[in-house]
Nanobody, 123 residues
Framework: QVQLAESGGGLVQAGGSLTLSCAASGRTFSTYTLGWLRQAPGKEREFVAAITSSGTITYYAESVKGRFTISRDNAKSTGYLQMNSLKPEDTAVYYC????????????????WGLGTQVTVSS
């Protein structure tokens, strides 16, 4: 069973950058699609980005396309979310999660989750 732990969140000014990491335990991390999802106060959890198990295919929500980059290092069992040009509306708790679904764009596609890391973007 894979376990996930996010890190790298914090407070940043609008226009700034942050890189989130997702460290996985277990030997099967490389067999899962890795996703990042977020939840802002009072809102439902939403898809942000995902990368297939081999890292060859990535896909993004329209709201972050061109600003965020998802990547993974299977040798280190770690995933990343590079976030540039951050906006106040990016403020949320960010979760990494894994899925057996190749194209996983909704929360229900993911079956193992980390506890989340807070990202706050000030204006």
């Amino acid at each position: 069973q894979v376990q996930l732990a996010e890190s790298g969140g914090g407070l940043v000014q609008a226009g700034g950058s942050l890189t989130l990491s997702c460290a996985a335990s277990g030997r099967t991390f490389s067999t899962y699609t890795l996703g990042w999802l977020r939840q802002a106060p009072g809102k439902e959890r939403e898809f942000v980005a995902a990368i297939t198990s081999s890292g060859t295919i990535t896909y993004y929500a329209e709201s972050v396309k061109g600003r965020f980059t998802i990547s993974r290092d299977n040798a280190k069992s770690t995933g990343y979310l590079q976030m540039n040009s951050l906006k106040p509306e990016d403020t949320a708790v960010y979760y990494c999660a894994v899925s057996r679904t190749v194209v996983a764009r909704t929360s229900s596609d993911y079956n193992i989750w980390g506890l989340g890391t807070q990202v706050t973007v000030s204006s």
